[in-house]
């Protein structure tokens, strides 16, 4: 069996970001962690976001992955920049996404839907600033979508609501590029583009990582196209709730093993 590659969030959000990488990427294995049991991260401290972070990245690297992706937003802005975890490779969805907005972005107009956390740290801002110091960018912090995905709540007239009250000011000030600053909330995709319209463009993880991933395997021929893959999503807190939500998010990809660890 091939070494997997490494993903890990606040919760299941990230599977949104797996899912994308295992269809891109139908030879390799993927080893997915979701710390249920202390989200969300998105109201919590830098100091105990990367506490849990370090804890994650230990158990990943006990599981013997080639790469890690840190598919939670709220714990890239606390290893921003940082692009090896004992040496192995390490990617953040933050940067990543910033340049694909960009590259979509042909007003210069950004807008970056996050968590509090998230969008506390301005981690988004900065690196938009970064790579272009003309853009115009507007933060704003979405703390009910974690929990609205979380509970299955997806097409829902409550989400949809809620959205509306979020993106109030994206709307007003007519912003057509929108980051989806945490993996959860490609989930709610379809609510948020009732609110946004049609010609918004929607900047997601999975889509922004595959790219990076891609350059990593061909560079360092990584991929290995005879071996049986395995696509094991491990979290730290398993109830018959997360267990059905974590199938519906992965459909038609099948999880072969679901299992509670302690970190």
């Known amino acids: 069996m091939n070494r997997p590659i490494g993903i890990f969030d606040s919760g299941l959000g990230g599977l949104t970001v797996l899912k994308v990488l295992a269809e891109r990427f139908p030879q ?9 049991a202390r989200l969300p991260y998105g109201n919590k401290s830098p100091e105990t976001i990367r506490r849990y972070g370090l804890q994650i990245l230990r158990f990943l690297k006990e599981q013997n992955v080639k790469a890690i992706i840190i598919a939670c937003n709220s714990a890239s802005t606390v290893f921003l920049g940082e692009h090896d975890f004992e040496g192995i490779p390490l990617f953040n969805v933050i940067e990543p996404g910033s340049e694909a907005a ?3 972005a042909k007003d210069s107009k950004v807008a970056v839907l996050g968590t509090s956390a998230t969008i506390r740290s301005h981690a988004y801002r900065d690196t938009l600033k970064k790579l272009n110091h003309s853009v115009e960018v507007i933060e704003q912090a979405c703390p009910l979508f974690v ?14 609501m809620v959205a509306k009250k979020y993106l109030t000011d994206v709307l007003a000030k007519d912003f057509k590029t929108v980051i989806l600053g945490c ?14 319209g049609p010609d918004v463009a929607l900047v997601e993880s999975g889509d922004v990582l595959a790219l990076k991933l891609e350059h990593l395997f061909n560079n360092q021929a990584k991929f290995s196209a005879n071996s049986q893959r395995r696509i ?6 398993l109830t018959d709730h ?11 990809i099948e999880i072969e ?7």
Not at 183 to 196: A, F, G, M, N, R
Not at 242 to 252: D, G, S, V
């Open 28 to 36: 390799e294995s993927f080893c997915y962690l979701g710390d249920i």
């Open 102 to 104: 960009l590259n979509v």
């Open 147 to 160: 929990p609205l995905v979380e509970e299955g709540m997806v097409d829902d007239p409550i989400t949809e």
């Open 183 to 196: 993996t959860h909330y490609p989930v709610i995709k379809q609510d948020l583009k009732k609110v946004l």
């Open 232 to 237: 094991r999503v491990c979290i730290t807190d």
């Open 242 to 252: 997360f267990e059905r939500l974590a199938h519906h998010l992965m459909h038609p």
């Open 257 to 263: 093993s679901l299992e509670k660890i302690v970190l």
